[in-house]
């Protein structure tokens, strides 16, 4: 189990490196292996080593951790330092969480959002028979669970956090052992008014609680079949999981089992554009300079610092377009210098674009800023845009909203039809 062969005393360290091992591990250990464990502890105490995503404390019981490999060489700590700023590493809820209170990720989470259930959808009977009122108890029961804002939100979900969970509420109490048996969508298990609410549940308290890792031929293969949310035990099929951006299944676990969130692919563009933002205020803030050649050695005998701060000031004080400047005629000289800002819009206009590239979005509708120029026009890019959203709403809405349309009818009907 533990690949160490050197014998050593360590009586002097086992007091202290027991109670460390004993919380991490179930195995025993003889005397032989603990001053290797605790030089292996301290030589990994400074160095970032894979984990898997661990949930806030209440998320799911307590339980034993695995045990990680700690010997990690310092270039692996460059590259996951690199992987983070460069947005390809799972940056941790609460991180995700900060950068959406930012407009620039606001922005391109909440206009796909909005986009996508602006116009929403229709009922229509497709045989031809009369079934207004169906249609309207239809129309009715989504309008009371919300289910158009709920899918607002589980997209917004999704936009920040790369995974959106539903909960489809049948009553059942919060600890009840019944939540982890599947949630058939028959007559069977779902009588009329059966279905309560829908729950769109914060993807933080939420935490994958058994999956298949074992078979890739295996329809579950890596997809969790129950999930912990503050301790309660959910079946998969009670609590749907959205995501639109899935990752390679060996970095599912370090994403809790969720997505690439828009905002963290967005986040390299982001940070370019707040620092171009940031650097051409700063060159207009000081795009013009104000040089006063005089005789320093002179001007320091007569009156020493004070005296030459004092004159500086007088000049910052009178520096307006209705201020006057004196000057020496002979041992004074002003002069202005100026840096050349052509050119410094485009440059921040172009690092703005990067961030619609990024969300497929055209200018227009993440800045609402018109294109400008003679015949200039947004019209192919409005059509490409309406495309792009028509794509997500037939890959994220489709399949669960089916699936809850059903259970809606069965709720109303006891039937499906």
């Known amino acids: 189990m533990w690949p160490f062969t050197r014998k050593r005393a360590v009586d002097n360290t086992r007091a202290r490196v027991e109670p460390r091992i004993a919380e991490a591990t179930p195995f025993p250990f003889n005397g032989d292996v603990w001053r290797e464990v605790e030089r292996g502890l301290s030589r990994g105490a400074d160095r970032p080593s894979y984990a898997l995503y661990r949930p806030l404390d209440g998320v799911r019981p307590k339980a034993s951790p695995i045990a990680q490999d700690s010997a990690i060489p310092p270039a692996v700590q460059n590259f996951m330092n690199n992987a983070v700023a460069d947005g390809v590493a799972f940056m941790g809820y609460p991180r995700l969480a900060a950068m959406a209170q930012r407009a620039e990720y606001r922005h391109i989470v909440g206009t796909l959002a909005e986009e996508s259930t602006r116009e929403w959808i229709e009922f229509r009977a497709a045989d031809g028979e009369d079934k207004s009122e169906r249609l309207k108890d239809l129309r009715s029961e989504f309008t009371r669970l919300k289910v158009r804002d ?81 301790g309660a035990n959910l079946h998969e099929s009670r609590l749907l999981r959205f995501v639109s951006r899935d990752v390679p299944d060996i970095l599912k676990p370090s994403y809790n ?89 485009k440059l921040q206009a172009q690092a703005l674009e990067q961030i619609c590239v990024v969300a497929q979005m055209p200018l227009v509708k993440f800045t609402g800023i018109s294109p400008s120029g003679l015949n200039a026009s947004s019209d192919g890019e409005i059509r490409v845009w309406y495309d792009r959203v028509a794509a997500y709403q037939e890959q994220f809405f489709r399949p669960h909203l089916t699936r809850v349309m059903r259970i809606i009818m069965l709720s109303l009907w006891g039937e499906i039809d």
């Open 257 to 345: 089992f969720g997505g690439m969130s828009l905002a963290q692919m967005a986040k390299p563009y982001v940070d370019n554009w707040l620092r171009t933002r940031q650097s051409v205020a700063d060159l207009i803030n000081g795009c013009s300079i104000v040089n006063l050649k005089t005789d320093l050695m002179a001007t320091m005998q007569k009156v020493g610092v004070g005296g030459l701060i004092d004159r500086v000031q007088s000049f910052i004080k009178f520096r307006s377009n209705r201020g006057v400047m004196l000057t020496d005629k002979e041992k004074e000289e002003l002069q202005i210098l100026s840096a050349n800002l052509a050119g410094l819009d």
């Open 150 to 230: 709920r899918f607002r939100q589980l997209s917004e979900y999704d936009g920040f956090y790369g995974l959106g969970m539903l909960y489809l509420d049948t009553g059942l109490p919060t600890r009840s052992p019944d939540l982890a048996t599947p949630l058939l969508v028959e007559p069977e298990t779902i009588g009329i008014g059966a279905l309560k609410s829908l729950r769109v549940i914060d993807p933080i308290w939420i935490s994958p609680n058994d999956y298949n890792a074992a078979d890739p031929l295996k329809s579950a293969f890596y997809r969790p079949s129950t999930w912990w949310v503050q």
